[in-house]
């Protein structure tokens, strides 16, 4: 006989559980980093590499940062591991990965890279905890981590592929 209330498990998917609120960490992340870019990253960008507009920059940023956020909540609310897992997993190694272009740009081109004070003091640090706390509640399995951080890689490499178009 049913009652018409929630499982544990339909409830744990419609509302995410507290301790699960670092897969928002990418999010946060992009956000913050997203905002230091807005001012001058499109014409550091324009100088160094290819055409941008600070409106093309927010175009295809705004797109990207609501498919972080689906899939940031999507981990949050998954059982343990998965899918949203990988995906969200990817998209906060991208922006370790993407920071250290960041800081590499700068030091190679000799000026300020929009993009690489948050990379550095938000980024990474948020990376590094991120896969520590990841690993330590049994989110995701090393083969979710490894594939994790092989698309990761191929999604910053496309992001900074990209500023060449």
């Not at 559980?17 to 670092?22: F, R």
């Not at 700068?106 to 520590?132: D, K, Q, R």
């Not at 981590?145 to 191929?154: K, N, Q």
Request: proline letters at 6%; aromatic letters at 14%.
């Amino acid at each position: 006989m049913t009652t018409g209330m929630p499982t544990p498990r339909a409830a744990e998917r419609t509302a995410p559980p507290y301790e699960a609120v670092p897969f928002l960490l990418p999010f946060v992340v992009y956000v913050l980093h997203t905002l230091e870019e807005l001012q001058g990253f499109a014409a550091w960008a324009t100088k160094h590499f290819g055409p941008e507009t600070t409106g093309m920059f927010a175009g295809y940023h705004i797109p990207l940062m609501l498919l972080v956020l689906l899939c940031s909540w999507r981990a949050m609310v998954a059982d343990r591991n998965g899918g949203w897992v990988v995906l969200a997993t990817a998209f906060q190694w991208q922006f370790s990965v993407n920071a250290l272009f960041h800081l590499s740009s700068w030091a190679l081109l000799g000026e300020y890279a929009p993009g690489a004070v948050t990379g550095a003091v938000v980024s990474i640090p948020a990376t590094v905890f991120y896969m520590w706390w990841v690993r330590s509640q049994e989110r995701a399995t090393s083969r979710e981590i490894a594939l994790a951080l092989v698309l990761g890689s191929v999604i910053a490499a496309l992001a900074i592929g990209f500023l060449f178009l």
